[in-house]
């Protein structure tokens, strides 16, 4: 079977817990995490998992089951790149310096629709959102300028099909 990227959602209850029981159902199984993010998700008091892995379809398959067992999951997704819009989020500090030594850097940044986001007297910071591709490649061109730190956030994502789940939780509601 062919591996590919998928990006699976999961709708918690915010517990403590279960983070490590998610990340040993992949454990299990020697699935690596290429990207992992957390956040409240779109209705209250329901957090969202974004994991990104790289696996053929029927392990995605079996994951997401694993994962809906799991007592504190409200629900469990997963989609192809092609099914969601999906950027990620980069800071890059480099010292002060470069950016005013050094003329090029300033159309680095330029060219890459990146922002500066601070500037101290020893330190400025940059930021770029886009593919990890686009990401990466403005920290090579950053890294002959003295790029002192960098950082990169996992994939945040949006279904472009609507997964349903508020209309889920809804039924949830009105039955108890």
């Not at 209850?13 to 983070?19: D, F, M």
């Not at 090029?104 to 990146?114: G, L, M, T, V």
């Amino acid at each position: 079977m062919e591996k590919k990227n998928y990006t699976i959602s999961v709708y918690s209850e915010n517990n403590i817990g279960l983070l490590n029981r998610i990340s040993a159902i992949f454990l299990k199984r020697h699935i690596n995490l290429e990207s992992f993010s957390t956040s409240e998700s779109e209705i209250p008091n329901v957090f969202r998992f974004v994991i990104v892995v790289n696996i053929d379809s029927e392990k995605v398959r079996k994951i997401v089951q694993q994962i809906e067992k799991q007592i504190d999951v409200i629900k469990a997704y997963y989609h192809t790149d092609e099914e969601t819009i999906f950027q990620e989020n980069a800071l890059y500090k480099v010292k002060s310096s470069s950016l005013f030594e050094e003329r090029q850097i300033q159309n680095i940044i330029k060219d890459s629709h990146a922002t500066i986001v601070t500037v101290s007297p020893e330190f400025f910071v940059i930021e770029k959102t886009g593919f990890r591709e686009d990401t990466e490649k403005l920290r090579k061109n950053l890294a002959p300028y003295g790029l002192l730190q960098f950082v990169r956030s996992g994939r945040i994502s949006v279904s472009k099909a609507k997964m349903g789940i508020s209309e889920l939780l809804n039924t949830f509601k009105n039955n108890n």
